[in-house]
């Protein structure tokens, strides 16, 4: 069986026995070792793919972490079946970050391994091969082993790799896999819509005999009929001394020709077709053009940061909103690209990344590109090469980003350090990407700096006891004002059905006056359909979902009930399960349903909606957001989406429709979480001209946070809420691991939950909490309970209860009544 590597019987039989730890996206306890042949070990080192097989038969696609001389003494290893790349695909650094990772987080590196590595480079024995009917049935160009595979998919259409090994009566098929994946005889299953493969366009060239002058003016005098191939050639022309280089697409557009008139001039010899390789990822000129000047507050700060960075890694930038923190960002941005070195800039959105990308390509122009999830594979797979030579210098990405191969890391920027999207939540690794990026960045003596209006009061508080660096931009670019904050008491506002009101008198008046203005509004609620729930007048039965405890939402768009926990829709319910009556009435309201009353109140707005029921697809929120910068959109709704970041020159007003909602969560961190949310969406308001109007109606206005929002003082809050935290020890003066069961049968969750707190109390006994049910006991018919940990920090103590809880959750799963119980960690959850 062909191998990247042949067998080189020059090698002697003499040469010490080489193993490997090798990863596989699995996850396993502990990583497992194979036997590396003689013949392969020049040729292996770490990061580089390796074949192995596991159990019986079932073959992976691992990554090598480490080679070593110590057989193991517990079982023989078997031999690696193949080696896979020539050069490794990820660095050492990225290895060891893994390994973090997992450590830290309480997961394996196989996890790690499966959630950093693009689709295209993980293969195992279950993967399913599907025939690309595109290929046809010309396989001239296929060796005998390809044509063997090809000309069985294309009667069975799918094969499992056992399939493949058996028509080829050998084990060892992955190469001849991976060359039919690159000549797009099949797709790999999981990639059906996106495998990668090269993108290909067609580029129109003028014959060589009339690229001379002469040639060409005498083609032209003599032209006889065909009036449309005439038009078609000076296109072509006009287009060549334009662009340099004309595409077959571009042509036929800017002519109106069609493909028969082009095929005219092809069989003339006048123009002639090629066939070539492009990249997805469209680069503007590799050039650097800062065309602005800090101002001297700015200039300060970047010095200030400078300093730190002499004394320490990581430095907070706390600058109030629309102060100007994206400029000193990409001033030291600038000097480490000059340096040579790259830049990972890190976004808590997608929403985020198209208006800020925008900005920094007429920066940085083609040294700088996007990373995210809503790349498909063949893009994921051509920027992680890009980022892995060198080529991509500045990278700007959510937190998956965080996994690309950096080849030499000089600095992370992390823009909006406070926000929860930082964390995974589901599947592992359950990390949070801010604090992995100091970690990455101390593996290249790289720096970080932490940027936001409202920093976390874990980071404030580092920053306080010294372990960060600080510096604070405490004025708006161009001097201007922070907008006034007024508060609508909404339990003086009659309704009919005594609901809150959604859009409030003062909001009404307040909104007329902003359109007069030929301003923009944005009104903010943190939920979206149409209604949280409806009701029955008769009996009070509300409509749940029936794989989870949890009210079903109205989306009136749709006409569909929704559960936002497992995505279950249901139709509509127009007759109570409970009482049989036919009335029921919508409680509360999301993002559509205000959609629809600013639509009756405001006939003349333009009004639009932000939430991920209404921007889907890769490039919706860059559409939706320049709509706004051009002021195509009067009023903007939406959820969080609107309230992260993002720059607007002519907002006027910004409404908090509920923020009663905002502080109302049963969670240690809700203050916290209020204030950043009401700070940073008053912020989109009079970043250009006069002061801008933030309105926020809300029901209890005794709310401690409230006071705080209003004056815009997060030095006072910080001291207010760390007051609270250290009193009743939650971070940032203690260490948290919350461990969630999960389980079919609501009794069994229980009982593992209270043996797991009986096991854990002898020596933790004092840091537990629970085990209690969540407010949301049920999700996708599955039962759940908590037991948090909340440890104080002493050195040791984390890792020592780490380990108690991976022997105690093995020592659980051994006994019959719990084996099935999902027993899941997550340290430092939000």
Same mark, same amino acid.
């Given at each position: 069986m062909e191998s990247l590597f042949p067998y080189d019987p020059t090698v002697s039989e003499t040469v010490p026995a080489h193993f490997v730890e090798v990863l596989i996206p699995l996850a396993l306890p502990k990583n497992f070792? =194979?036997?590396?042949?003689?013949? =392969?070990?020049? $040729?292996?080192?770490?990061? @580089?793919?390796v074949e192995v097989v596991l159990g019986r038969n079932k073959k992976y696609a691992g990554i090598v972490k480490r080679i070593h001389t110590e057989a193991p003494t517990a079982f023989d290893p078997k031999p690696i079946l193949n080696v896979l790349d020539e050069q490794p695909i990820v660095y050492p650094q990225q290895l060891s970050c893994w390994e973090w990772m997992a450590n830290y987080y309480m997961c394996s590196e196989g996890e790690v391994m499966q959630a950093a590595l693009p689709t295209h480079f993980k293969l195992s024995s279950e993967?399913?091969?599907?025939f690309n009917d595109a290929v046809g049935e010309d396989f001239a160009h296929l060796d005998e082993e390809e044509f063997l595979v090809a000309e069985a998919l294309l009667i069975r259409k799918e094969l499992k790799l056992v399939e493949v090994q058996q028509i080829l009566d050998a084990t060892h098929v992955y190469p001849v896999i991976k060359r039919l994946l690159e000549k797009q005889v099949c797709f790999v299953w999981e990639e059906l819509k996106q495998t990668y493969k090269e993108k290909k366009e067609s580029f129109v060239h003028l014959d060589p005999q009339y690229q001379q002058e002469e040639k060409l003016e005498e083609l032209m005098n003599t032209w006889g009929r065909a009036p449309k191939q005439l038009e078609l !050639?000076? $296109?072509? !022309?006009?287009?060549?001394?334009?662009?340099? /280089?004309? *595409? +077959?697409?571009?042509?036929? *557009? *800017?002519s109106g020709a069609s493909s028969a008139q082009l095929k005219g001039l092809i069989e003339k010899g006048i123009l002639h077709t090629e066939s070539r390789s492009v990249d997805r990822l469209h680069f503007l000129p590799r050039e650097i053009t800062i065309p602005f000047t800090l101002t001297s507050q700015q200039a300060a700060a970047l010095s200030a940061i400078r300093e730190i960075f002499l004394q320490k890694q990581v430095c907070l930038l706390r600058g109030v909103t629309s102060s100007g923190k994206t400029l000193v960002y990409t001033k030291l941005m600038e000097e480490v690209l000059l340096q040579g070195k790259q830049v990972l800039y890190m976004l808590p959105e997608i929403a985020l990344t198209a208006q800020v990308i925008r900005r920094l390509q007429t920066y940085f122009g083609g040294y700088i590109v996007i990373y995210h999830s809503k790349f498909n594979s063949n893009e994921r797979l051509e920027l992680w090469n890009k980022v892995k030579s060198g080529e991509a210098r500045i990278v700007l990405g959510a937190r998956s980003a965080l996994f690309l191969p950096f080849k030499e890391l000089g600095l992370v920027v992390c823009d909006e350090e406070h926000d929860p999207s930082y964390k995974q939540q589901d599947p592992a690794p359950r990390y949070n990407a801010r604090d992995a990026a100091i970690y990455l960045a101390s593996l290249f003596g790289a720096n970080v700096l932490l940027g936001s209006a409202t920093p976390s009061l874990e980071s404030y508080y580092n920053a306080q006891q010294? %372990?960060?660096?600080?510096? /604070?931009?405490?004025?708006?670019?161009?001097e201007?004002?922070?907008?006034e904050m007024r508060l609508v008491d909404t339990k003086k506002i009659?309704?009919?059905?005594?609901?809150?009101?959604?859009?409030? %008198?003062?909001? +009404?008046? $307040?909104? /007329? /006056?902003?359109?007069?203005?030929n301003k923009q509004v944005i009104l903010f609620q943190n939920r979206r359909g149409y209604s949280p729930y409806q009701v029955c007048q008769t009996c009070g039965w509300i409509p749940h979902c029936k794989n989870c405890d949890v009210s079903l939402t109205f989306h009136k768009i749709q006409n569909k009930l929704v559960c936002h926990y497992c995505g279950t829709s249901y139709p509509p319910v127009s007759v109570c399960e409970a009482c049989g009556n036919h009335h029921f009435t919508q409680q509360n309201f999301g993002t559509e349903r205000i959609e629809e009353t600013l639509q009756e109140t405001f006939p003349k707005a333009r009004i639009a909606r932000m939430d991920v029921d209404a921007v889907k697809g890769k490039h919706a929120h860059d559409a939706l957001i320049q709509l706004f910068e051009q002021h195509r959109i009067d009023i903007m709704v939406g959820t969080q989406m609107v309230v992260k970041g993002l720059?607007?020159? +002519?907002? $006027?007003?910004?409404? @908090? !429709?509920?923020?009663?909602a905002i502080l109302g969560f049963a969670d240690f961190r809700v203050n916290e979480r209020g204030f950043q949310l009401m700070e940073q969406v008053s912020g989109r308001a009079g970043r250009k001209g006069a002061q801008g109007l933030v309105l926020i109606q809300v029901r209890n206005l005794q709310h401690p946070v409230l006071e705080f929002v209003r004056e815009h003082n997060f030095n006072d809050f910080v001291a207010f809420e760390l007051n609270n935290r250290q009193q009743f020890g939650y971070p940032p003066f203690s260490r948290m691991i919350q461990l969630s069961f999960r389980h079919k049968n609501q009794e069994t969750v229980r009982q593992a939950a209270q043996q797991m707190a009986n096991w854990l109390k002898p020596g933790f006994g004092q840091y537990? @909490?629970?085990p209690a049910a969540p407010v949301v006991n049920r999700v996708r018919n599955q039962y759940r309970m908590e037991l948090v940990i909340k440890l104080p920090k002493e050195a040791g103590l984390l890792q020592h209860c780490k380990d108690q809880i991976d022997l105690l959750t093995a020592h659980l799963h051994q006994q019959p009544l719990f084996k099935s119980v999902l027993v899941i960690p997550d340290v430092d959850p939000l």
């Open positions: 070792t =194979w036997k590396l042949p003689p013949e =392969w070990v020049t $040729a292996v080192q770490p990061g @580089i793919r993967t399913v091969l599907l !050639l000076l $296109a072509y !022309l006009h287009l060549l001394k334009t662009q340099g /280089e004309v *595409k +077959q697409a571009d042509l036929l *557009k *800017k010294g %372990k960060y660096g600080l510096v /604070e931009l405490t004025q708006r670019y161009g201007l004002l922070l907008p009659f309704t009919p059905d005594r609901s809150k009101p959604i859009i409030s %008198k003062p909001l +009404q008046d $307040a909104i /007329e /006056e902003v359109l007069l203005q720059d607007f020159d +002519q907002v $006027a007003l910004v409404g @908090i !429709l509920d923020a009663d537990l @909490i629970g």
